[in-house]
């Protein structure tokens, strides 16, 4: 006859569950570029990366991650940022976004 589970084996089993689903999601995630992890390698805040894909100076690609439809972003976008960035702080109010990104070219 099987006995039921202790309460603390279950929880146990739960967390261990837990845990692995948790590495599964950081393994994929870890792999794309989000707008959240751009935004943290290009030092911007998220309302300007969805200014900047609203006028389209990055076009980010969507792809499925975990089941879900993502948009990633590749090295060459990130670059592409912090050299918009750089531009602009180095030349504060002397040019919009558009223009700096016009001197950069596409990322």
Not at 16 to 21: C, D, F, K, P
Not at 43 to 51: A, D, E, I, M, W
Request: glycine share 6%.
């Amino acid at each position: 006859m099987l006995q039921p589970e202790s309460t603390s084996e279950a929880k146990r089993r739960q967390l261990e569950g837990s845990r692995r689903g948790a590495e599964a999601v950081r393994a994929e995630f870890g792999a794309a570029i989000t707008r959240r992890r751009y935004c943290e390698l290009v030092g911007v805040h998220p309302t300007t990366l969805r200014k900047w894909e609203k006028r389209e100076l990055v076009q980010p690609e969507l792809a499925v991650v975990m089941n879900s439809p993502t948009r990633v972003f590749t090295d060459a976008d990130v670059e592409w940022g912090r050299a918009l960035i750089a531009l602009l702080r180095s030349r504060p109010g002397e040019m919009s976004v558009e223009e700096a990104a016009k001197r950069l070219g596409a990322p």
